[in-house]
T-cell receptor, first 115, second 115 residues
């Protein structure tokens, strides 16, 4: 079935370090891809999205490119801050068919950034 | 613009009881989805409602049910509670009128604890 696999955490970085969180997916169709972020005690916030191959989503210094050939959507940021400490979820959903409103999530990667 | 509102934020119940959770979507959003988040299983899709009709359903037992009202507010009900139902229940809304690429906006969740 359709699924999302993320690198396992936790990931601990120093402030201003480069961040990569790997995400790969398995899907029978052509999904839209998302990164969500969850801060302690809160729900999920959409960080960025990409709806077709080679699209690049970006927001708040974070970027991810939809790579169909490698079925990947890796999250990157050039210089992390302490305020980026959170849990990051990669997710997919489908544009057509009966899967509207159904996000399939990876297990999440906890990021801790030290000053 | 008000976000997605979930009530209550916290609930404590005992095994065998039933519970109803409420979700008010962002104004203008007609799609409401529900997710269960646990440390072991991660984020799992429960069901989605659009214009008062269940449009999609995840792989949960019949004890989990929901409904949507004409103002798009949604409720989720769990009957005969089990210890394993302890989780954070998240609600998400979207416009839902374009297939697949409308991002979902999440509430802060209801933390349900079963004793």
């Amino acid at each position: 079935g359709d699924s999302v696999t993320q690198m396992e955490g936790p990931v601990t970085l120093s402030e201003e370090a480069f961040l990569t969180i790997n995400c790969t997916y398995t899907a029978t169709g052509y999904p839209s891809l998302f990164w969500y972020v969850q801060y302690p005690g809160e729900g999920l916030q959409l960080l960025l999205k990409a709806t077709k191959a080679d699209d690049k989503g970006s927001n708040k210094g974070f970027e991810a490119t939809y790579r169909k050939e490698t079925t990947s959507f890796h999250l990157e940021k050039g210089s992390v801050q302490v305020s980026d400490s959170a849990v990051y979820f990669c997710a997919l959903s489908f544009r057509y068919g009966g899967s509207q409103g159904n996000l399939i999530f990876g297990k999440g990667t906890k990021l801790s950034v030290k000053p | 613009k008000a976000g997605v509102t979930q009530t209550p934020r916290y609930l404590i119940k005992t095994r065998g009881q039933q519970v109803t959770l409420s979700c008010s979507p962002i104004s203008g959003h007609r799609s409401v989805s529900w997710y269960q988040q646990t440390p072991g299983q991660g984020l799992q899709f429960l069901f989605e409602y659009f214009s008062e009709t269940q449009r999609n359903k995840g792989n949960f037992p019949g004890r989990f049910s929901g409904r949507q009202f004409s103002n798009s507010r949604s409720e989720m009900n769990v009957s005969t509670l089990e210890l394993g139902d302890s989780a954070l229940y998240l609600c998400a809304s979207s416009r839902g009128d374009r297939e697949g690429d409308q991002p979902q906006h999440f509430g802060d969740g209801t933390r349900l604890s079963i004793l």
